[in-house]
């Protein structure tokens, strides 16, 4: 049945039916003829140097081609990245391993079990080295992670505002000032944001062919930047970017960690080319935990400093940022994400120092929310500690020094940048006056009365996403690295058929985020063409226009706009043929119903079918009218969207075991206007999934060796709907002004509210006893022992 769709309306996501049948293609599908299989060597040592490589018993194993090591790749040159700080990841270890799971030697076979069965056979030894793991020892030096660097601290980001020299001297006086005050009260804590592994349900996987009589690579890989990884492995081989085909299919998840170009990807390239056949190679569980790359891995000490009645004069965090052995795609400029909203929704002067160090473990990169989940969660950490130092409702100090709504358009934030649109009081007023909130503080009471642990936790976050803006390119954010030296725009193509259907070609990366629902939906509010009648095709990069990829929340704001903007292109030009057909005037002319008509004469009308017939007929077009019916648009927003939010959190402790409970959960998130109401709950759902993980279960665990102690789901803990509630979402509606949609973005917003939201619940629950802080995850061992010390236990 045919369902024209408005914009904010639901619509039944387009991609599910052949993901509910078992129907959708993803990389590990394809089964291209004579395919041949890759397994690596990889190192048992977090820091070693390699003394001798003999591979002689795995080249001579059944079914072996070929067993490579970096002799054979050294030419092709290390992975690139976009802040080309610290050392570049060779494609194999040169030398010496920097993490364990470091790949020494690819191994290729007719079969999988066959080339993992030689890679056994390869015989490698180490010289084992010193290895740091510990982010304060590595910050010292003591160890070096790579000799011929000058310190384990690759780059330090400091703001206040960001790029002020003078401006940042001046906050730092102001804090310092704030202070010294006999009336005014600091607070400050040192805490952790631990590393995590993105765990996405569908490994990396990666499948190449060489085509030699028209040399070309045609790839196909679960990634969320198919044109970043075409232009990676065209400049690696010397080729033109237009040389190299890649398809992305079906996307199991990628939350940032398929947001990157790995070595594998090269290797089975090079492989294909030498062999003359298809390589394919598909990561297990366990080598996605070494060797995938992992999230956040900070510590810090946050600082605050305010006056009794909750007006914050300064804000400070001091951070340690663990980057790994290697620097890949955006590994350094993770944290600069978090400098971005490290004020947040709040107006008191803040200064940031954020060092990036290397260690001896895997790299680090963008996992969902990048940077900004991070740096909230320090800032609403501290507030939280300082509102019950103050004995103050940490609602009313965060109210009290919100940005005002009144100084939008045109704030710039205390860290130093512009932002879009925001109420931030009318978003945390709907959330803290509504009948749901009021339940979960006299659920807390009553429990408290009878004895048990309860708390109820809030927090704000603001997010910077939709990144678009050109001029963004100057500090990194463009494909430049990889030999393609585009802005990261936004591109839409919209066709109308001969039929009047209608295809949507775009350059976005989805991994599970409804693109082909959203974007037919954009299109058919435009042309009032039932959305069974679009198709929206993605991911191909000879199909597509340029495109940046899926990441950072931006897909509606950026792509999405211009594909809102080229379907009004395609609708001026229907009017006219309309306008033509009909005999009468282009302004006059109205959509709707499968056809167009002259406004206040319905029943002067064409149907698309019969537009779409004469524009494929050039015969009968105006004079000096185009045949066909497409367009083709570019978007380059004048800002990045800042979405916002407020979230709270009602807990129980078990005070025997420390077991924790999250009892309800409620949002009330702002992304700017909704397309499909839907889509933006599950979202969130997900977002807030992942930071209830984060703040109770999860943690990338190494030991000081550099070995990872939790590499399989039998050791890392993942959440499961037993441990979550039903989130209870409501949302307020501030348009960007940056972008025609007025969207802010979505994806991401969940996991930057959630952590700090259910830490600072749990803190409410133990207040009673005394604990100001508990480091995440709140697994029941920490909480008890934090219960036991607060008593004077063991």
């Not at 951070?319 to 004020?343: E, H, K, R, W």
């Not at 020094?401 to 009318?426: C, H, L, Q, R, W």
């Not at 078990?654 to 709950?681: F, S």
Request: with cysteine.
């Amino acid at each position: 049945m045919s369902t024209t769709s408005v914009l904010g309306g639901v619509v039944r996501r387009k991609e599910d039916p052949a993901l509910i049948r078992g129907t959708g293609l993803y990389t590990d599908d394809v089964k291209k003829a004579a395919t041949v299989h890759v397994a690596f060597v990889r190192s048992p040592l977090a820091h070693a140097r390699i003394t001798r490589i003999d591979t002689e018993a795995a080249r001579n194993a059944p079914g072996v081609l070929a067993v490579y090591t970096i002799d054979d790749v050294r030419h092709l040159g290390p992975l690139p990245a976009q802040v080309p700080v610290g050392k570049l990841r060779p494609l194999l270890a040169d030398g010496v391993v920097n993490h364990v799971g470091e790949a020494v030697a690819m191994v290729v076979a007719e079969t999988r079990a066959q080339a993992v069965d030689a890679a056994d056979l390869v015989e490698v030894d180490y010289d084992p080295l010193p290895a740091v793991v510990d982010l304060k020892q590595a910050a010292s030096d003591q160890i070096k992670v790579h000799e011929d660097l000058e310190s384990n601290v690759i780059l330090t980001w400091e703001a206040g505002p960001w790029g002020n020299e003078e401006g940042i001297a001046e906050t730092k006086a102001k804090i310092a000032e704030a202070k010294g005050r006999g009336d005014t009260v600091t607070v400050s804590l040192e805490m952790r944001n631990q590393r995590l592994l993105p765990t996405a349900i569908e490994p990396r996987s990666v499948v190449a062919e060489w085509n030699p009589g028209y040399e070309r690579f045609d790839v196909v890989s679960a990634t969320q930047i198919p044109h970043a990884l075409a232009g990676a492995i065209a400049k690696t081989f010397g080729l033109a970017s237009n040389a190299v085909h890649v398809l992305a299919p079906e996307v199991g998840g990628g939350f940032g960690c398929k947001l990157n170009i790995y070595a594998d990807e090269i290797l089975v390239c090079f492989a294909a080319r030498e062999l003359g056949r298809p390589v394919k190679y598909t990561e297990t569980r366990r080598e996605s935990a070494n060797n995938t790359i992992q999230g956040r891995g900070w510590i810090g000490t946050a600082t605050l400093v305010g006056t009794q009645d909750g007006e914050i004069l300064g804000y400070e965090l001091e951070a340690l940022c663990d980057m790994g052995a290697y620097s890949q795609n955006f590994t350094a400029a993770i944290p600069f994400l978090g400098v971005f909203v490290g004020s947040g929704q709040y107006r008191f002067p803040t200064y940031m120092k954020l060092d990036c160090v290397a260690t001896h473990t895997q790299t680090t990169d963008a996992y969902r929310g990048a940077g900004r989940p991070e740096a909230i969660y320090y800032l609403e950490r501290i507030i939280d500690a300082y509102a019950r130092k103050i004995g103050k409702d940490p609602a009313e100090v965060r109210m009290k020094n919100f940005i005002p709504a009144e100084d939008f358009p045109g704030v710039v934030s205390p860290v130093g940048f512009a932002m879009d649109t925001g109420d931030y009081a009318k978003n945390l007023r709907a959330l803290i006056e509504s009948d749901a909130y009021r339940q979960l503080v006299a659920e807390r009471d009553r429990l408290r009365s009878e004895g048990r642990l309860a708390g109820v936790g809030i927090a704000t976050y603001v997010e910077v996403c939709g990144f678009g803006p050109s001029g963004l390119a100057d500090l990194g954010f463009s494909w430049s690295a990889y030999g393609l030296p585009s802005s990261f725009n936004g591109s839409g193509l919209v066709r109308v058929n001969p039929d009047s259907s209608v295809t949507v070609i775009i350059g976005t990366g989805p991994s599970g985020q409804g693109h082909q629902t959203t974007w037919a939906q954009i299109v058919s509010d435009q042309l009032g063409i039932p959305i069974d009648r679009i198709r929206v095709i993605h991911g191909d990069t000879a199909e597509s226009p340029m495109g940046i990829g899926t990441f950072g929340s931006r897909s509606a704001a950026v792509d999405g706009s211009a594909t809102y903007l080229a379907a009004q292109k395609v609708r001026a030009k229907a009017a006219r043929l309309a306008a033509h057909l009909l005999e009468a005037a282009e302004e006059d002319i109205e959509f709707g119903d499968g056809g167009a008509y002259v406004a206040g004469s319905p029943d002067k009308r064409v149907t698309w079918e019969e537009i779409a017939t004469v524009a494929y007929q050039p015969h009968r077009l105006p004079e000096g009218v185009e045949g066909g019916l497409e367009a083709h648009a570019i978007f380059s927003p004048a800002n990045a969207t800042w979405p916002f939010g407020s979230h709270a959190c009602l807990v129980e402790v078990d005070e025997e075991t420390g077991d924790v409970r999250i009892l309800r959960y409620l949002t009330v998130d702002d992304c700017g206007n909704v397309i499909n109401p839907m889509i933006v709950a599950g979202q969130i759902h997900g977002g807030i999934a992942q930071g209830v993980g984060q703040a109770m279960f999860e943690e990338a665990v190494y030991d000081a060796e550099g070995n990872l102690l939790t590499p399989s789901l039998l050791d890392y803990i993942l959440p499961t709907a037993v441990d979550l509630p039903s989130f209870e979402l409501k949302r307020t509606v501030t348009p960007s002004d940056v972008n025609p949609l007025g969207v802010k973005g979505i994806g991401e917003a969940g996991t930057i509210g959630s952590a700090q939201t259910v830490v600072n619940a749990v803190v409410d629950a133990l207040s009673p006893l005394g604990v100001e802080h508990v480091d995440m995850p709140l697994r029941p061992k920490r909480v008890w022992q934090a219960i036991q010390d607060a008593k004077g236990g063991n």
